[in-house]
């Protein structure tokens, strides 16, 4: 699904930032999944929100891996490029869009700087094939795309997320999508007001 924009959904960036950041930062290396990322605003300004809390240097052990059903072929060039028209970032905070931004060659667009574009990569993947991209995530985010699942088949996408997260890991999913009953047992609630989960170890 296409349709996202930047800081979309700030509230549960900001969770993930406030609640998972500490337990993930401890690692030598934060790896991400971003599930469905349309064409990149939501696994950029992820990038930029940890930037931020982070700092210069730790930020370079963050890799994000951006994935996307992508029927239109595009998203990969859009993603790899970070160049967005106008009116897809006048929504960001001005003070954050004269850090991560500059003006692009094409009129009335702006690329991302390059230390955020390079923490962020592409490639084409299917959800419903329940082939996982891998099992090292420390944040798995997913917030546009289970709404179009059946529920057997988020429980099945659900589970796939579950084998790929680290211990402890964290699954982030859209406001109003709650975790179906099938799967509760697999995660803690971190947060009463986000849909932020805790990867619970199989006793």
């Known amino acids: ?78 993603i790899k490029d970070a160049i967005y028209p106008r009116e897809q970032v006048e929504r960001i905070p001005k003070d954050i869009f004269a850090k991560y931004f500059v003006k692009d060659e094409k009129e009335d667009h702006y690329r991302i700087i390059d230390e955020i574009r390079k923490a962020v990569s592409f490639r084409r993947h299917d959800l419903l094939t329940l082939n996982s991209i891998g099992n090292d995530f420390g944040l798995i985010l997913c917030k546009n795309v289970l709404l179009h699942f059946n529920e057997a088949q988020r429980i099945e996408v659900i589970k796939m997320f579950y084998d790929s997260l680290i211990e402890g890991g964290y699954l982030a999913m859209e406001q109003t999508q709650k975790l179906p009953k099938d799967v509760e047992h697999l995660f803690d609630p971190v947060v009463s007001n986000a849909q932020l989960f805790k990867k619970r170890p199989i006793e």
Not at 6 to 33: G, V, Y
Not at 48 to 68: C, P, Q, W
């Open 1 to 78: 699904m296409a349709f996202t924009y930047f800081f979309r959904d700030l509230q549960t960036l900001e969770m993930i930032c406030d609640h998972a950041l500490p337990t993930l930062r401890a690692k030598s290396h934060i790896n991400i999944w971003d599930a469905g990322c349309a064409m990149g605003p939501e696994p950029y300004t992820l990038a930029i929100l940890l930037s931020e809390r982070i700092g210069h240097m730790y930020f370079r052990n963050v890799k994000i891996k951006a994935t996307d059903i992508d029927g239109s072929n595009l998203f990969d060039t859009i």
